[in-house]
């Protein structure tokens, strides 16, 4: 059975941090590319980072947490990590992670991939 299992997530004040963790199962980890998205209240489902297949050490941040938010993965424990730096309120969301075997690409101004597999997210509320 495929899992992927988010944790990490809670209530940090402007300006905190917090590391969300994401434990996959059921599937070649190292042969996926892996993301990020967060989902804000009343909004779409919105990629903020991505890194490639293990061997590829290429990441992708979307440009509202560029320099804050580090995405890395371990191959040995199956998880990628999301380290987030000096959050602003409009940071919160719930924050799902993604497996996608084809990798990512970028056009029209951020990137896309065919998604495999989906978490059931981790909420992270930023209070000003």
């Known amino acids: 059975e495929v899992q992927l299992v988010e944790s990490g997530g809670g209530l940090v004040q402007t300006g905190g941090s917090l590391r969300l963790s994401c434990s996959a199962s059921?599937?070649?980890?190292?042969?996926?590319?892996l993301g990020w998205f967060g989902q804000s209240p009343g909004k779409e489902r919105e990629g903020v980072a991505y890194i490639n297949r293990d061997g590829d050490g290429n990441t992708y941040y979307a440009d509202t947490v560029k320099g804050r938010f580090t995405i890395t993965r371990d191959s040995a424990k199956k998880t990628v990590y999301l380290q987030m730096n000096s959050l602003k309120p409009e940071d919160t969301a719930l924050y799902y992670c993604?497996?996608?075997?084809?990798?990512?690409?970028?056009?029209?101004?951020?990137?896309?991939?065919?998604?495999?597999?989906w978490g059931r997210g981790t909420l992270v509320t930023v209070s000003s």
């Open positions: 993604a497996a996608a075997s084809r990798g990512w690409v970028y056009y029209n101004g951020r990137y896309h991939g065919d998604i495999d597999y």
């Open positions: 059921g599937f070649p980890f190292d042969d996926y590319a």
